[in-house]
């Protein structure tokens, strides 16, 4: 069980240090409210709040404070949550990590709901989820106030309890359906953008607010940057201001004048920063990987001219992309070992693996390290103790369930309910392989006992769709059911955020998906903005079960040993996105799809992506993305270890409503 | 210029977990059932062309997940349907039971311009396991049920044997060209005219 960090704040620096910052920043306001006072229709701040702050990392000491407040302007209300300037409790916390979290003016009309958990002990905390599906990361309330935010929301916008959950509230959200119209938020989709009553949205008003209440806080966020370059420069393909890849651009220039060039030495030799992979790309040879990607979009019907990729994407990958090595054999993995069977240097293991993979009948040893079931420093015989050691364990959670009566289980809706679905996902997962296929596959029992003990070692998660997709190809491999087990469960200590609950797993995957694409391809990315892409649910099940439907069997195995590996980041399959849909950019935009067709482009594409020019694109765009791309993940992604604060919120009633 | 809509017709499916809604949907399409469909992940859907007095459209009908922990993402997929197709597995009481939760979150999350007519159908589905032996949902309550909600037409199907899944899709296609056809008073011609210049200029985009 993990015990909640409890501060005391008053002898924390950086506590005292936002404290001021809060004051001064104040005075700095209403100077300039004053300034604005002008305009007819000002904006009147309804709500402030100091020390509102976020934790991007597991480590409570790692965060940022900020002010929330509360805009009133016209019969608008907006939200914002500037971070305080030049105030960090921590170096690896930059002024980039304040301006991806900033919350500039969101007007009430996009958020869809706001949950609140009140832990019995910490700070309380807020999420707000906006209607595009993406939620901010939680906002805890280190001066209390949670009510009274909630307070004055009420004051100003119609917001309703969900009847499933007291803490959810929904904002412009009418409880009795009789009672709606067609409001700005809730209209259908083709038609909000270009109602009259949705127009505020962008409107100079607009402008006039986050100027006059922002731009004292001098954190100007890539976003709006981008607003003003925009508004000179209409060429989306130029609008670019993140430095690094105009520097990368050069070094693709670079790098194509260089192609009689030929060096082959490794990409990348260690873990060094990104200045010293930039030296090692821009010697690639790249005739060699020219053929590989010719076939890519060139039957594409172009019916509108497409912005070009920023990046010259087309010729990264020609150039940087390393090409895959045979996967690791036998005799290779026995040099990784010393005599008494400990990995020596797991991180030449696991850049071995990411280039190639593993051979297959090397994957049940391997696999075990890759999630963790084994230690790198363990010994033959401390791996056979932990074989058995585990296995009895299995067998104590199993019992669990197993040992539920026919007359209990009538009086245990939950289990029932757990075992139902259970039994109906396992018979719908794989069943063309010849493992699984057949009536009475014992194969397929095995998946039902190790999900439904699952559900009983992690009976707060339960079980979820998806989880049947993750477990078949572990079971293939593993085949024991104990080590199978165990090594499910090691995978799902980072992927078990993808199904919680309040789904902020996929959520944050999903945001950190989209500043990823704005940072490598801001023209893609403003397609998906104005076509109404940007909650990138079209990418929902890539991410929720790791590829698992996208490829054929073998080459899902080849490709999680990969990702696994962790080895350039533990984000890899974020990239991996990234990779695919730059495969398809000329076609998304050329053919101008909209939600709809590329959702069903993007699931059509099952089967059909080709593994090994994806990773390489992958592995050139995270390394290229380098620090930034970093930056833009929040902190507890998963694949990252989670944020440690889920467990412990209760319901409460609320007085508010 | 005739509108979008006229011509395409959008149908959520909605129901609990493995009560068939992939497998209605297939047979209904494809004509054809498989033991071997996965549990659906996110959502997809299948187009169809179908003719109704004199006119062709297209039915767009979407399947989305059944479990209940992915329904935040229904916001993205229900808005601008016609017609809602609500489907409970005869042979399960809880799927019968959670129609009201996925019938009023529907009208939550889709917020049709007028609630209270919005079409909806009810398919009663799996009739033909053991010989209907296993069932515990009678149709007389499902019936009671659908008459409660303002007449909801209902139908028992099975998705196996393809039995009534043609005639229910043929009253879901007929009542969504009638939910179409009333939006068009709401919904003129001027559907994406104008409004990607105002969707750039809006703000934050995160
Ligand atoms: N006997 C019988 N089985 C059916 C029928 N319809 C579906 N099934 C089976 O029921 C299970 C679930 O069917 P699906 O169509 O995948 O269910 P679903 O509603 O799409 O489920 P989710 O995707 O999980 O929401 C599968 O094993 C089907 O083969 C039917 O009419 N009769
Ligand atoms: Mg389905």
């Known amino acids: ?657 | 210029m005739p509108s979008r809509r006229r011509t395409l017709l959008k149908v959520i499916i909605l129901g609990d977990s493995g009560v068939g809604k992939t497998s209605l949907m297939n047979q209904y399409v494809n004509k054809k059932f498989s033991n071997q469909y996965k549990a659906t992940i996110g959502a997809d859907f299948l187009t169809k062309e179908v003719e109704f007095e004199d006119r062709l459209f297209t039915l767009q009908i979407w399947d989305t997940a059944g479990q209940e922990r992915f329904q935040s993402l229904g916001v993205a997929f229900y808005r601008g349907a016609d017609c809602c197709v609500l489907v409970y597995d005869v042979n399960v009481q809880k799927s019968f039971d959670d129609l009201n939760n996925w019938r009023e979150e529907f009208l939550i999350q889709a917020s049709p311009s007028d609630p209270e007519n919005f079409p909806f159908v009810v398919l009663g589905n799996k009739v033909d396991v053991d010989g209907g032996n296993s069932r515990v949902v009678s149709e007389k309550k499902a019936r009671a049920w659908c008459a409660s909600k303002g007449n909801i037409p209902y139908f028992e199907t099975s998705a196996k044997e393809g039995i009534n899944v043609e005639e229910a899709f043929q009253v879901i296609a007929k009542n969504a060209l009638k939910s179409g056809e009333e939006e068009e008073i709401y919904l003129p011609d001027t559907i994406d005219v104008g409004s990607t210049s105002q969707q750039r200029a809006s703000g934050c985009d995160c």
Not at chain 1, 204 to 212: A, I, M, Q, V, Y
Not at chain 1, 237 to 265: G, N, P, W, Y
Not at chain 1, 328 to 353: C, H, Q, Y
């Open chain 1, 1 to 657: 069980m993990h015990e909640p960090d409890i501060h005391d704040l008053s002898d924390d620096a950086d506590y005292a240090a936002a404290s001021k910052q809060g004051s001064s920043s104040m005075s700095r306001t209403d100077s300039s409210k004053r300034s604005s006072s002008s305009d007819p229709e000002d904006a009147e701040i309804v709500y402030l709040k100091d020390n509102v702050t976020i934790h991007p990392t597991q480590y409570a000491t790692e965060r940022i404070s900020g002010r929330l407040k509360l805009i009133k302007q016209g019969s608008s209300l907006f939200m914002t949550w500037i971070p305080y300037k030049g105030q960090s409790s921590n170096a690896r916390l930059s002024e980039r990590d304040k301006n991806l979290y900033t919350i500039r003016a969101i007007p009430f009309s996009d958020i869809q709901s706001i949950r609140r958990h009140t832990p019995t002990i910490g700070w309380q905390y807020v999420i707000v989820v906006l209607s595009s599906g993406l939620a901010y990361p939680p906002l805890y309330f280190y001066s209390g106030g949670v009510r009274e935010f909630l307070a004055t929301i009420k004051q100003h916008v119609l917001i309703a309890r969900s009847s499933e959950d007291a803490n959810v509230f929904l904002v412009n959200n009418f409880q009795d359906p009789l009672q709606r119209t067609l409001s700005s938020l809730e209209l259908p989709r083709s038609l909000a953008k270009g109602s009259p009553s949705s127009s505020f949205k962008g409107t100079p008003s607009d402008e006039r607010l986050d100027k006059g209440t922002l731009e004292d806080n001098q954190l100007s966020n890539n976003i709006q940057q981008n607003n003003r370059q925009r508004q000179k420069n209409h060429d989306p393909a130029r609008d670019i201001s993140i430095q690094v890849l105009e520097k990368f651009s050069l070094v693709t220039r670079f790098a194509r004048e260089t192609t009689s060039q030929l060096f082959r030495e490794s990409l990348v030799d260690g873990h060094g920063p990104a200045e010293k992979r930039r030296n090692n790309w821009a010697s690639k040879d790249h005739q060699r990987q020219e053929i590989a990607s010719n076939d890519v979009d060139d039957d594409v019907p172009k019916r509108v001219p497409v912005a070009s990729d920023p990046l010259e994407f087309e010729k990264l990958s020609l150039v940087w992309g390393q090409p895959r090595q045979h996967p690791l054999g036998l005799e290779e993995w026995s040099t990784f070992l010393d005599s008494e069977g400990r990995v020596g240097d797991p991180n030449a293991l696991k850049k071995r693996i990411f280039y190639g993979g593993v051979e297959h009948n090397l994957r049940k040893e391997v696999w075990g390290f890759l999630l963790g079931y084994y230690s790198y420093d363990s010994t033959y015989a401390e791996r056979q103790y932990v074989v058995s050691v585990k296995k009895s364990e299995y067998e104590t959670i199993k019992n669990q369930w197993q040992s539920i009566s026919p007359e209990q289980a009538k009086r245990f809706t939950k289990f029932r309910e757990r075992r139902g679905l259970i039994e109906k996902d396992v018979v719908r997962t794989d069943r063309s392989l010849s493992f699984y296929d057949g009536d009475d596959n014992p194969n397929v029992r095995l998946m039902h006992d190790i999900l439904l003990t699952y559900s009983f070692y992690n009976f707060d998660l339960g079980y979820c769709q998806g989880m049947s997709d993750l477990l078949s190809p572990i079971l293939f491999i593993m085949k024991d059911e104990s080590e199978a087990f165990w090594c499910f469960v090691s995978l799902l200590e980072r992927l078990g955020p993808n199904f919680n609950r309040d789904q902020n797993g996929m959520h944050s995957q999903l945001f950190a998906l989209s500043k990823l694409v704005e940072l490598l391809d801001a023209p893609l990315h403003n397609y998906f903005k104005q076509n109404d892409c940007l909650n990138y649910f079209f990418c929902f099940r890539w991410i929720l079960i790791q590829f698992k439907r996208e490829f054929e069997y073998e080459k899902t195995l080849r490709l999680w040993e990969v990702l696994w590996t962790h080895y350039p980041t533990e984000h890899l399959h974020l990239y991996v996105c990234i990779a695919i849909l730059k495969r398809h950019r000329v076609k998304i935009m050329g053919e101008q799809m909209d939600f709809d067709t590329l959702l069903k482009f993007i699931n059509e594409l099952s089967g059909q992506i080709d593994l090994d020019p994806v990773l390489r694109d992958a592995e050139a765009l995270c390394v290229c993305a380098g620090e930034n791309g970093a930056a833009s993940i929040p902190p507890g992604t998963p694949p990252s270890l989670p944020l440690q604060d889920g467990s412990i919120y209760q319901q409460q009633d609320d007085e508010v409503l």
